[in-house]
């Protein structure tokens, strides 16, 4: 198939690529230029395991090319991906600005008829919205069909995820439509649900909404773990046994973050309001949530008491490892805290400090070299379980941190290992150690 993708962020490049590998000819679009012209170079603009690989791979075999130019990209090509952004309003709803600007573009280039499929998260009704904004402006007898195709790769194993998910979501008014998407995901051998437009754009919604819910469902239980002595990760051990509930998701932590969660949870909430209707759940998945990591400077400070001039290094600035993406990461609103109460914050990431630098108060010291985090500080945070911070010997964190005071908000070490490890350890709603 000819398939163009519109934007090459997290999803439309994985995607652009991914198509590209399973033997269609791809053109990825994107309007920041200096992106496209690092992409045609063979080298991503993003850290995804596997992904530059797959990219040079393809550009190599003449799979995949990258242009800014809608004329050029949409030429002769028989379906379109759409995968810009739709960030939150300040009223919590999705923009969809970058989706209008795609589709006024779309029917002034587009010349034959096309299957538009939305990959980008979107309310319910937008597929519907933009048959209708293209058909407005679009010169007949040129036709065109709506999918929604939701997408649910997971930032850090994107690729993987591309070609091992549980399942892909297709969702049309048209049948024929239907059958071109299932032969297309055909080859990634996943299950497919077909189901109507409205359908897949909720079931994206909902999944994320649900997800969020379990990680503040066992944040809230961490809270109550911490405070009767009993240790949550052997509650969502046993909890995670029953098949009913399943032990994914039920990490405690410092809670969610990054670009999907927060602003899917919101839109869900904004999109209730419409109808009426105040959806008390899910606000309280975001109470809990904004909650968790005002918790974790409130144990810091319960601990050291005033944090004037203390130095405290946060470990993993990332909402996840294996990736670079900063927004909503809990470690910005916990360096806000932490300066507000006067404290000297140090931060360290293996690979996210030029994107952090961009989003992070000031001021805070950067770092990627984890000893020279360690070195001198008061308080160590950890704030993503990136493999670095778990390997690194905890000898060394003893011995490079003035008071071996650590703070882990993802329950990276289990209390049996920091037993003898002479270093004062806090996690979530786990019993302290030493
Ligand atoms: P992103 O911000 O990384 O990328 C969006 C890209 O679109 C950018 O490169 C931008 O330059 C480009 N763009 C904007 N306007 C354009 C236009 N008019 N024409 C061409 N390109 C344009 O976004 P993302 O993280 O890939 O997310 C895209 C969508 O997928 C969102 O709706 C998001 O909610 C959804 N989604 C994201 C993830 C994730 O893990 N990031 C997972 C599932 C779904």
Redesign the pocket.
């Known amino acids: 198939m000819h398939i163009a993708v ?7 490049l994985v995607t652009g690529v991914c198509l590209a590998e399973i033997g269609n000819t791809v053109t990825c ?4 230029e200096e ?1 496209v012209s690092l992409l045609k170079s063979g080298r991503s603009p993003i850290y995804e395991e596997g992904l530059e690989e797959l990219l040079t791979k393809n550009l190599r075999k003449g799979n995949i090319q990258f242009t800014t130019d809608y004329r050029e990209g949409l030429a002769g090509k028989e379906v379109i991906y759409i ?4 960030p939150e309003r300040p009223d919590g709803s999705a923009e969809l600005k ?1 989706i209008e ?2 589709c006024r ?1 779309i029917s002034e280039n587009v010349r034959q008829d096309v299957v538009i499929v939305t ?3 979107v309310p319910v009704g937008t597929n519907q919205y933009i048959k209708d904004l293209i058909e407005a402006r679009l010169t007949p007898p040129i036709t065109i069909s709506v999918v929604s195709n939701p ?5 850090g194993t994107a690729v993987h995820d591309t070609f091992h998910g549980d399942r892909i979501v297709i969702g049309s008014e048209d049948s024929w439509a239907l059958e071109l998407l299932e032969a297309i995901n055909q080859p990634f051998q996943l299950p497919i649900v077909k189901t109507d437009l409205r359908s897949a754009e909720m079931i994206k919604y909902a999944s994320n909404a649900f997800l969020a819910a379990k990680i503040s469902f066992i944040n809230e239980m961490s809270h109550l773990c911490a405070q009767v002595g009993a240790n949550v990760d052997n509650v969502a051990a046993g909890m995670g046994m029953d098949k009913r509930i399943g032990k994914k998701f039920l990490h405690a932590g410092v809670g969610y973050g990054g ?2 969660f927060p602003k899917d949870t919101n839109a869900l909430i904004a999109m209730g309001k419409q109808f009426d209707y105040q959806m008390p759940l899910l606000e309280s998945v975001q109470q809990v949530n904004e909650m968790q990591r005002k918790r974790m400077v409130d144990m810091i400070t319960t601990r050291l008491g005033s944090l004037d001039n203390k130095v405290v290094v946060l470990l993993g600035l990332t909402f996840k490892p294996n990736t670079d993406d900063m927004r909503e990461a809990p470690s910005i609103r916990v360096a806000e805290e932490l300066l507000r109460t006067g404290a000297v914050v140090k931060a360290y990431d293996p690979v996210a400090i030029p994107s952090a630098k961009t989003v992070m108060p000031e001021p805070v010291l950067f770092t990627s070299d984890l000893e020279e985090a360690l070195q001198g500080a008061d308080a160590a945070v950890i704030m993503t379980d990136w493999q670095q911070i778990k390997s690194f010997p905890l000898e060394e964190y003893r011995r490079l941190l003035v008071h071996p005071l650590l703070f882990d908000g993802r329950n990276c070490f289990t209390l049996a290992e920091m037993k003898n490890s002479g270093i004062e350890y806090h996690s979530i709603g786990r019993p302290v150690v030493n």
């Open positions: 519109i934007g090459t962020g997290y999803v439309g679009l994107d309007v920041d992106k995968a810009v952004g739709t970058y600007s795609v573009a990959k980008s998260t997408e649910f790769l997971r930032q670009s999907c």
